[in-house]
Every structure is written in structure tokens, then in C-alpha cells.
Nanobody, 128 residues
Framework: QVQLVESGGGQVQAGGSLRLSCAAS????????MGWFRQAPEKEREFVAR????????YYADSVKGRFTISRDNAKNTVALQMNSLEPEDTAVYYC?????????????????????WGQGTQVTVSS
């Protein structure tokens, strides 16, 4: 089992920044691909970003590319999502997730079903 706890959500004006963090406990953190997803009201959960086990490879949804940065610290068992130039469309509950699968190509591990463990989510609200 892997337990994930997100923090750092809040309310910000358009153009502002937030940094989300996710603390992991349980099994060896560095064995897992880590991802961030988000879910807006009445919408399906969607992929935001993921980072491989070593932190050497990342992949982003087109909607956040160039604005968001995912990073991890395997020594501290944490993964972060730095969000800049936030837009009202970024408003959602953001979830941290862990996958035991191996990303064999860039456009893989983009679905919620690819991830084994989830945090409880943290709300991000961007006002215009």
C-alpha cells in the first residue's frame, strides 16, 4: 500500500501561481511513477502531468504544458506540481496518484485506471 496526502491547494487570481505537494508513505516511493490528475465539477478526471521513477522524464497534458512543472524528491518521498499562469479553466480538485506500471512510451500512463493509489485531493480555485 502507498498512502498519498496532497497539500497546497487554495484560491488564486488568474495569472497567479500555486505549488501543490504530495507526501507518500508506505512502500518504496522510488518504485512508482507519480502523476497529477484533476477533476472539475461535472467533468471526468483528467491527466495533468506525470514523472517517472527517477525523475528524469516528465509528460504533460497539452493544456498545461509550459505553465506547470512536475518534480519529485525520492529522498523525501514527495512529488510537487508548480502551477504558474493559472487560468480559471484550471479550477478543479487536484489528485496525486502512484502507478506501478512502467511508461514504455511518452503517451502512456495517462488514464486514471493506470494508477494504483490516490490521494484525497486538494481544491484549486482560480478566479478571473
Amino acid at each position: 500500500q502507498v498512502q498519498l496526502v496532497e497539500s497546497g491547494g487554495g484560491q488564486v487570481q488568474a495569472g497567479g501561481s500555486l505549488r501543490l505537494s504530495c507526501a507518500a508513505s508506505g512502500r518504496t516511493f522510488s518504485n512508482y511513477v507519480m502523476g497529477w490528475f484533476r477533476q472539475a465539477p461535472e467533468k471526468e478526471r483528467e491527466f495533468v502531468a506525470r514523472i517517472n521513477q527517477s525523475g528524469g522524464a516528465t509528460y504533460y497534458a497539452d493544456s498545461v504544458k509550459g505553465r506547470f512543472t512536475i518534480s519529485r524528491d525520492n529522498a523525501k518521498n514527495t512529488v510537487a506540481l508548480q502551477m504558474n499562469s493559472l487560468e480559471p479553466e484550471d479550477t478543479a480538485v487536484y489528485y496525486c496518484a502512484a502507478s506501478s506500471l512502467v511508461p514504455v512510451a511518452p503517451r502512456t500512463l495517462l488514464l486514471p485506471g493506470d494508477y494504483n493509489y490516490w490521494g484525497q485531493g486538494t481544491q484549486v480555485t482560480v478566479s478571473s
